[in-house]
């Protein structure tokens, strides 16, 4: 069974720090791409980043580009999305997803996890 396993929300100040988990089971990690997307309340769903596991490449969205991190641990099965600068628009659900590499969309999502800046 395909499961994707986010943790580490919480609620935090603007400009302070989270570090976002996400656990992987269930498909071989290696041939996968993880991305991490976000949902705010009335708005669409938006890409924020991902990462190519075989490889690493990385994309960041505009609006997170120098303050977001992702990372990927091979051995644990887990990408990170360490987010700093946090600002109120980070605001949102935080989703993981997980798609082959040569897949054109993602297959597997996560259940969320909620991430809350203040101001």
């Known amino acids: 069974e395909v499961q994707l396993v986010e943790s580490g929300g919480g609620s935090v100040q603007a400009g302070g720090s989270l570090k976002l988990s996400c656990a992987a089971s269930?498909?071989?990690?290696?041939?996968?791409?993880i991305g991490w997307y976000r949902q705010a309340p009335g708005k669409e769903r938006e890409g924020v980043s991902c990462?190519?596991?075989?490889?690493?490449?990385?994309y960041y969205a505009d609006s997170v580009k120098g303050r977001f991190t992702i990372s990927a641990d091979n051995a644990k099965r887990t990408v990170y999305l360490q987010m700093d600068s946090l600002k109120f628009e980070d605001t949102a659900v935080y989703y993981c997803?997980?798609?082959?590499?040569?897949?054109?969309?993602?297959?597997?999502w996560g259940q969320g996890t909620q991430v809350t800046v203040s101001s």
């Open positions: 990462i190519a596991i075989s490889g690493g490449k990385t």
């Open positions: 997803a997980a798609r082959g590499d040569t897949a054109d969309r993602y297959e597997y």
């Open positions: 269930g498909f071989t990690f290696d041939d996968h791409a």
